[in-house]
């Protein structure tokens, strides 16, 4: 009866550790996940400024390539009349 009652003791010390480690794990869990949120968030919000920073690159492209246009032609037409003169 002595063995079993020491058995008993160990096997309700392993629980209690367990339990014990349990609890720990999930707090560990639960502040793991709360750092995936947090950085998640961050990462849409880099990949909205990126997205944001495209869309202006885009624009000054397509107004550079305008005053290009506009050059060429302004250009054009100074050497045609200046042709013209001749």
């Not at 707090?27 to 995936?36: D, F, H």
């Not at 690159?57 to 200046?82: D, N, P």
């Amino acid at each position: 009866f002595l063995q079993m009652a020491v058995n008993f003791e160990d096997c309700r010390k392993k629980w209690l550790l367990a339990g014990q480690e349990l609890v720990s794990c999930k707090e560990m869990l639960a502040k793991v996940e709360t750092e995936t949120g947090a950085l998640e968030v961050k990462l849409k919000h880099a990949r909205n400024q990126v997205d944001v920073e495209i869309r202006r690159r885009q624009k000054a492209e397509a107004i550079y390539e305008k005053l290009v246009g506009v050059t060429l032609i302004v250009l054009s037409a100074e050497l045609f009349t200046g042709y013209c003169k001749m």
